[in-house]
């Protein structure tokens, strides 16, 4: 088992490594912070680290996502991470998320800022499910 959590940062680590575009910065409201390629993409890889813990006990959520057709006002994204906390051995997985999240754009010539919305069904390992919310804001540098 231990393996396969290696195999799959390695993995998601390298689909940010060759995604050759854009990333986003999003602030959530939970003390959160995420790290995002490319969304124009059909696939996109996101880093999430919640900061609200102590150092040693703190999660870190990566997460693969499809991304649906962006609309004029808005884009939604499912998709399928790990959470674990890294600094108690990369053999402590939290638990399994299925995050879906909708992006606003508020402004329609401005898509760089997007108000996120996040909902996503966490199954813990040594706990039962439980239901997360996020919001955030959103900001995505281009590469121009």
């Known amino acids: 088992m231990t393996n396969f959590k290696l195999i799959l940062i390695i993995v998601l680590f390298f689909i940010g490594l060759t995604s050759h575009s854009q990333i986003a910065v999003s602030g959530f409201s939970n003390y959160a912070v995420g790290f995002n390629t490319n969304k ?16 040693a006990e703190m999660p870190i959520e990566a997460n693969v996502f499809y991304n649906f057709e962006t609309k004029e006002y808005h884009r939604f994204s499912i998709g399928l991470g790990v959470n674990l906390s890294p600094f108690r051995g990369f053999d402590e997985i939290n638990g399994l998320v299925v995050p ?6 508020p402004i329609k010539n401005l898509k760089k800022i997007a108000l996120v919305l996040e909902l996503t069904p966490v199954f813990r390992i040594e706990d039962n499910a439980i239901l997360r919310g996020l919001i955030g804001i959103r900001y995505t540098f281009d590469k121009k």
């Open 100 to 105: 879906a999240t909708l992006e606003i754009f």
């Open 40 to 55: 124009n993409r059909d696939v996109s890889a996101e880093l999430k680290v919640f900061t609200n813990y102590y150092f």
